[in-house]
């Protein structure tokens, strides 16, 4: 069984920035590929980045990119997702999900959430 718990989010400014971590356990869940989606309100879930099972390679939605990075700690079981040059339009509930596609779909866990609020 793999659990997924996610922290880091918050209140911040235009321009600011957040560090969302996703704590994995369970066995073998080092060695899947993870993603980040989120969800703002009226809006379906979508894909923001995604990180290969070693952390060599990663993936960015183009609406990301340039201001988000996806890191991955196998040390640690932990992925974080480092946030900058936020967006009031980056506002929503963010969710890891293991194990990611090839082409970027969520796997079949997933974390509670935790909520970013960017505020103009």
């Known amino acids: 069984q793999v659990r997924l718990v996610e922290s880091g989010g918050g209140l911040v400014q235009t321009g600011g920035s957040l560090r969302l971590s996703c704590a994995a356990s369970g066995e073998s869940v080092k060695y899947y590929a993870m993603g980040w989606f989120r969800q703002a309100p009226g809006e379906e879930r979508e894909f923001v980045a995604g990180v290969s099972w070693s952390g060599g390679t990663t993936y960015y939605a183009d609406s990301v990119k340039g201001r988000f990075t996806i890191t991955k700690d196998n040390d640690h079981s932990t992925t974080y997702l480092q946030m900058n040059n936020l967006k009031p339009e980056d506002t929503a509930v963010y969710y890891c999900?293991?194990?990611?596609?090839?082409?970027?779909?969520?796997?079949?866990?997933w974390g509670q959430g935790t909520q970013v609020t960017v505020s103009s």
């Open positions: 999900t293991t194990p990611l596609s090839a082409d970027n779909r969520p796997g079949a866990y």
